[in-house]
């Protein structure tokens, strides 16, 4: 069983930045790809970051640039470092696993662990 706990979320002012961390092992029985997804209230799931098992690591254009996400293996811990923030970077942020992947996703429904979230609120 893989559990994940985000950590790190606040409240900032346009321009600030955040780290958000998730920790928690990763499955050791398949390859797998660590992604970080965010959901504003009444619209959908989207695609923030992800970090393949191939080493890749791919960000969405809305966030390129500013955000940068990574990863310690020592602390099975996976960080998400947002510079720049902008009101519309407000929302709930998870990190999810998708499992028996090689390279890397986009799409949340190949993830089949997620965290429990993190908000985000950035004021103009």
């Known amino acids: 069983q893989v559990q994940l706990v985000e950590s790190g979320g606040g409240s900032v002012q346009a321009g600030g930045s955040l780290r958000l961390s998730c920790a928690g092992p990763?499955?050791?029985?398949?390859?797998?790809?660590l992604g970080w997804f965010r959901q504003a209230p009444g619209k959908k799931r989207e695609f923030v970051a992800v970090?393949?098992?191939?080493?890749?690591?791919i960000y969405a254009e809305t966030v390129k640039g500013r955000f940068t996400a990574s990863r310690d293996n020592a602390k099975n811990t996976v960080y998400l470092h947002m510079n720049s923030l902008k009101p519309r970077d407000t929302a709930v942020y998870y990190c999810?696993?998708?499992?028996?992947?090689?390279?890397?996703?986009?799409?949340?429904?190949?993830?089949?662990?997620w965290g429990q979230g993190t908000q985000v609120t950035v004021s103009s």
């Open positions: 999810g696993v998708s499992i028996d992947i090689t390279g890397t996703s986009q799409c949340p429904g190949e993830y089949n662990y």
């Open positions: 990763g499955p050791t029985y398949s390859p797998y790809a």
């Open positions: 970090l393949g098992w191939n080493g890749d690591t």
